[in-house]
C-alpha cells in the first residue's frame, strides 16, 4: 500500500509540476538598473563621489550664508535673518547639484 502511495505522488508531481524544458523566470533587475551588492557601496571610487558631492553641498550652504550676512551688512536685511533658518536654496544651485 505504502508503494501505491508513493508512486501516486510521483505522477502527480510530474504530471502536476512545471512543464520540462522550460526555466523558471528568475527575478531580474530592471534594464539599465544594475544590481548592487553591500560590498560596492564601499568602494573607494563611491567613497569619493559621496564625498565630492557633500563638499559641493556645504560650500552652497556657505554660499548662502554669505549672501545673507552680506545682505545683512549692507541692510537690506534685518539682524534677526541671520539668526533663523535660512531659506531654502536657489533655483540654480538646485540644478547644479543634480547626480
Known amino acids: 500500500m505504502r508503494i501505491f502511495w508513493s508512486a501516486l505522488g510521483a505522477v ?29 557601496l564601499y568602494a573607494p571610487s563611491v567613497r569619493r563621489s559621496v564625498q565630492s558631492y557633500l563638499r559641493l553641498r556645504l560650500l552652497e550652504l556657505r554660499e548662502a550664508d554669505l549672501e545673507r550676512a552680506r545682505l545683512v551688512i549692507e ?7 541671520l539668526l533663523r533658518t535660512p531659506p531654502p536654496m536657489p533655483k540654480d544651485a538646485t540644478r547644479r547639484n543634480k547626480p
Do not use: N
Request: charged share 15%; glycine share 14%.
Open 75 to 81: 541692510g537690506q536685511l534685518g539682524i534677526d535673518a
Open 12 to 40: 502527480c508531481l510530474l504530471y502536476f509540476g512545471p512543464p520540462a524544458g522550460k526555466a523558471v523566470p528568475r527575478a531580474s533587475p530592471t534594464p539599465g538598473h544594475p544590481r548592487i551588492r553591500a560590498a560596492d
